[in-house]
């Protein structure tokens, strides 16, 4: 994607991208979820797919298990647990997203409008940011 649409504005590529990314899933049903949430990034597309993918295997389970509730201090210890390394994991993921959104992708193709030098575009241009500060 990032050669195939160098030029192109960040939400257009994640547009593309999450579209693509629908498209290649092989099953119909588990394709429908995406599209029905008129996903726009890859990552909100992944999540409405694997969501549905985890419901559906659930309910395939769920006919032939009882449900039963036990309230102790180690199930809410379990639970406790669980949302502090899921907390963790989303802090995590997010700060991996963000550093790729900052992180301009090179393209010895182009030309930077601005300085008429290779290798990136008008809006990653460090003379303008240079420039800006003063």
């Known amino acids: 994607m990032s050669l195939a649409y160098a030029e192109c504005p960040l ?26 949430m008129d996903a726009k990034d890859l990552k909100s597309a992944l999540a409405y797919s694997m969501k549905y993918e985890a419901a559906r295997t659930v309910s395939k389970t769920s006919k032939h298990v009882r449900s039963m509730g036990i309230e102790d201090n180690t199930s809410r210890e379990r639970v406790d647990k669980f949302e502090f390394f899921f907390n963790r994991l989303e802090k995590l993921s997010n700060s991996s997203v963000a550093g790729k959104k900052n992180t301009p992708r090179r393209n010895s193709n182009v030309t930077c409008w601005k300085c008429n030098k290779k290798g990136h575009v008008e809006r990653e241009c460090q003379a303008i940011t240079s420039n800006q500060e003063n």
Do not use: C, G, K, M
């Open 11 to 36: 939400d257009v590529w994640e547009s593309l991208a999450a579209r693509y990314f629908i498209d290649a899933i092989r099953d119909e049903n588990t394709q429908h979820s995406p599209r029905l």
